[in-house]
C-alpha cells in the first residue's frame, strides 16, 4: 500500500511529489510529464509570467528555471518572455530530477475503500493508497460558450486542443475570448497565414504594462510592490497570502476567484495583435448554426445591433471552468457528498488542501476557489505543495484510516469480495 498517490504530473503535480518524496513518504505519480504544456499549447507562444516566478517547487529550492537554463545558456531575465517550450522543457527536466519518475498512466477510478482508496488505470494497473491528490490541471475543465458546445469539433475547437497552426493557413479563423490566449492565438495564426478576427463581450481589449524594474525606490516598492502574479497590493494579496484569502467568505471567494486578473493580453503581444487582426468588441455570441461547411455565428451588440459573421473555423479561446462533476474518475460517491465552496461545484478544502473526504486531496486550478487566483498559475505550486504534503503527513498519522462513505459501501465489499474470490481461483487453476 502506498502512502500517496500523485495523479497529474504538470506543474502542481511533480512540485508535489518532490515534497512527498523528501518527507520520506511511499508514493507513486501517475501522468504524462507536463502533458498539457507539451500537447496542448500552440508552437510560438511565449510565458505570460516572469520567469522568477514560473519555478516548480523542490524542497531544497535548487531546481529552479533559472539554474535549467543557466546550465544551458539560455538567457534568462525580468522582462523578457521566455519561449513555452523553454519552461516545458524544464518542467520535464525538474521530473526526472526532482521527483520519482512519473508513470504514463491514465488514471480511470479513484474509488474509496476501507484501507484508504483503489485506484486504477487505462493501462489495467490497480493501485491501494491511505491518502489521494488529484493534481489533474485544466484540460478536464475546458470551456465552451453554450451556443458552440453541439458543433463538430472540425469546425469549433478550443484553443488549447492545438499544437499545430499551421492547418489554418489561408482559412477564415473567428477567435471567441479577450485574454491572452485568444489573444496570443489570433496574432499565431495570423502569422500562419489565416483571415483571423476576435470577438469579444468586452468593450475593449485590456493590456497588461511593461513590468517595472526590480530595483526600485522604496517609496515605489511600496505603492506597487512586486509580486509573483505582478505588482499592486490586490495581486500581491492574491499570490503571496492565499491562506488568507481561504478565510474569507465563500461568496467573497468565488468573485475573486472568478474576477481578479481578469482577461488581458501580455504587453509584449500588443504589436504583433494591433496591426494583424480586426477585433469585434461588445459583441456577444447569441447562436451559431451550420451553414454548409462553415458556422454562422449570431451575434448582438451591447446596444441591440445584431449581425452575422460566416467563417470556416472557430475558436473558443473562453477559458477553464473548475467543477467536480468533470472528473468522472472519481467515484459518483465521494463526488456527490463532498462539501461544496458555496454555490460552485468546487471542492471546499481545509488548509492544508484535503477536502471534506478524509485522505482526498486537490491541487491546481479546482483550488481557486478556495484559495485564490494564484492557483490559476505555476507561480501556486510552491505554496501549494509544502502545505498540502503536510496535510498528507497529518493524515497519515491519524490513528483510524479514512472510512468509505455509506453509500458506496456495499459496492466496495463487493468489489473485494470479487478479487479475493478471483485470487482464490487462479490458485486453484495453478494447483
Not at 508535489?16 to 502533458?35: D, E, F, K, T, Y
Request: one cysteine or more; proline letters at 7%.
Amino acid at each position: 500500500m502506498y502512502d500517496l498517490v500523485v495523479v497529474g504530473a504538470g506543474p502542481y503535480g511533480l512540485s508535489i511529489a518532490s515534497h512527498a518524496a523528501a518527507a520520506g513518504l511511499n508514493l507513486r505519480v501517475l501522468g504524462r510529464p507536463m502533458a498539457s504544456w507539451r500537447d496542448h499549447m500552440p508552437q510560438g507562444m511565449f510565458l505570460k509570467s516572469e520567469p522568477w516566478s514560473s519555478n516548480l517547487s523542490d524542497p531544497s529550492g535548487t531546481h529552479t528555471l533559472a539554474a535549467y537554463c543557466a546550465a544551458r545558456g539560455i538567457t534568462v531575465e525580468h522582462g523578457r518572455p521566455l519561449p513555452i517550450g523553454t519552461f516545458t522543457e524544464y518542467g520535464q527536466w525538474f521530473g526526472k530530477r526532482a521527483t520519482p519518475l512519473a508513470d504514463e498512466q491514465t488514471v480511470t477510478s479513484v474509488v474509496p475503500c476501507a484501507r484508504g482508496f483503489r485506484v486504477e488505470t487505462a493501462e489495467g494497473e490497480v493501485l491501494v493508497a491511505r491518502t489521494v491528490v488529484l493534481a489533474i490541471g485544466v484540460m478536464p475543465f475546458v470551456h465552451k460558450p453554450g451556443p458552440l458546445r453541439k458543433l463538430p469539433f472540425e469546425l469549433v475547437s478550443h484553443s488549447s486542443h492545438h499544437r499545430e497552426l499551421s492547418q489554418f493557413k489561408g482559412k477564415d479563423v473567428t477567435v471567441v475570448g479577450a485574454g491572452q490566449a485568444a489573444l496570443e492565438s489570433a496574432a499565431l495564426l495570423a502569422e500562419e497565414g489565416a483571415h483571423v478576427r476576435v470577438v469579444a463581450r468586452a468593450d475593449r481589449i485590456n493590456w497588461n504594462s511593461p513590468p517595472q524594474p526590480l530595483q526600485r525606490s522604496m517609496m515605489r516598492a511600496l505603492r506597487d510592490p512586486h509580486c509573483g502574479l505582478g505588482t499592486g497590493w490586490p495581486s500581491w494579496a492574491w499570490s503571496e497570502i492565499p491562506w488568507a484569502v481561504r478565510k474569507l467568505p465563500a461568496g467573497l471567494r468565488l468573485h475573486i476567484a472568478r474576477n481578479a486578473l481578469g482577461p488581458a493580453g501580455a504587453w509584449w503581444l500588443r504589436d504583433r495583435f494591433e496591426f494583424a487582426v480586426p477585433v469585434l468588441l461588445s459583441s456577444r455570441l447569441t447562436s451559431a448554426e451550420l451553414v454548409r461547411d462553415q458556422v454562422r455565428l449570431r451575434l448582438e451588440s451591447t446596444d441591440g445591433v445584431v449581425r452575422t459573421v460566416e467563417t470556416d473555423h472557430v475558436v473558443a479561446a473562453t477559458g477553464f471552468t473548475p467543477r467536480l462533476s468533470r472528473l468522472p474518475m472519481l467515484d459518483e460517491s465521494v463526488r456527490r457528498i463532498l462539501h461544496r465552496v458555496g454555490n460552485s461545484d468546487a471542492p471546499e478544502l481545509n488548509g492544508r488542501f484535503e477536502s471534506s473526504h478524509p485522505g482526498l486531496f486537490f491541487a491546481g486550478l479546482i483550488t481557486a476557489p478556495s484559495f485564490g487566483p494564484s492557483m490559476r498559475f505555476v507561480y501556486g505550486a510552491t505554496f501549494t505543495a509544502s502545505r498540502l504534503v503536510q496535510g498528507v503527513q497529518r493524515r497519515l498519522a491519524e490513528p483510524r484510516l479514512p472510512t468509505v462513505p455509506h453509500a458506496a459501501r456495499s459496492r466496495v465489499r463487493d468489489e473485494e469480495r470479487r478479487a479475493v474470490e478471483q485470487q482464490l481461483s487462479a490458485q486453484a487453476v495453478r494447483r
